[in-house]
T-cell receptor, first 113, second 113 residues
Framework: KAGVTQTPRYLIKTRGQQVTLSCSPI?????VSWYQQTPGQGLQFLFE???????NKGNFPGRFSGRQFSNSRSEMNVSTLELGDSALYLC????????????FGNGTRLTVT | GDSVTQMEGPVTLSEEAFLTINCTYT??????LFWYVQYPGEGLQLLLK?????DKGSNKGFEATYRKETTSFHLEKGSVQVSDSAVYFC????????????FGDGTTLTVKP
């Protein structure tokens, strides 16, 4: 079974630009979540999508948005990039049961200059 | 709100030494508990889990027991190997949304031959 796939692996953007990250979950998984990982803040929850609906949202500004398609693939968008948005963005999928673990992709490393 | 406090690192051990990484949590209800491991350049992988009090999760020689009375989920391994060098995260599952977990800050383990 293929794992969670994130593209691209690396991105370099300039302040003020916008960026879109993509995530393909494990086949059959309907829940997709996004996390931001930085050395200073650790792993922080951005949002979760389940069956194309945002089910939960973390404490991030509105510049961070996402969506999920009917095939469960998800995209995350960050507009008006700031230097502080430089991070590893991790996508995780799960079957949707509260007791199920998260299955992570290898992440997209975003660098904002 | 939910929180996870994880033993600060980094931790450096010699091969075949005993490992303990402490993890305590604050949560309402009876969430699932997880340990994830992250190798350089990769996303997080599930190491082990426990879904209810007194459950013991185990995998690859690692063990952790869900202790409700002390709200702890300490990770242990009797004899570490160089290949165990990685960052270890303790995580609390959500009672309501599978995709939203709360993570500790991570503990970096280095095992020297």
């Amino acid at each position: 079974k293929a794992g969670v796939t994130q593209t691209p692996r690396y991105l370099i953007k300039t302040r003020g630009q916008q960026v879109t990250l993509s995530c393909s979950p494990i086949s059959g998984h309907r829940s997709v979540s996004w996390y931001q990982q930085t050395p200073g803040q650790g792993l922080q929850f951005l949002f979760e999508y389940f069956s194309e609906t945002q089910r939960n949202k973390g404490n991030f500004p509105g510049r961070f948005s996402g969506r999920q398609f009917s095939n469960s693939r998800s995209e995350m968008n960050v507009s008006t990039l700031e230097l502080g948005d430089s991070a590893l963005y991790l996508c995780a999928s799960t079957s949707g049961s509260e007791r199920s673990p998260l299955h992570f992709g290898n992440g997209t490393r975003l660098t904002v200059t | 709100g939910d929180s996870v406090t994880q033993m600060e690192g980094p931790v450096t051990l010699s091969e075949e030494a005993f490992l303990t990484i402490n993890c305590t949590y604050t949560a309402t209800g009876y969430p699932s508990l997880f340990w994830y491991v992250q190798y350089p350049g990769e996303g997080l992988q599930l190491l082990l889990k426990a879904t209810k009090a007194d459950d013991k999760g185990s995998n690859k020689g690692f063990e952790a027991t869900y202790r409700k009375e002390t709200t702890s989920f300490h990770l242990e391994k009797g004899s570490v190997q160089v290949s165990d060098s990685a960052v270890y995260f303790c995580a609390l599952g959500s009672n309501t949304n599978a995709g939203k977990s709360t993570f500790g800050d991570g503990t970096t383990l280095t095992v020297k031959p």
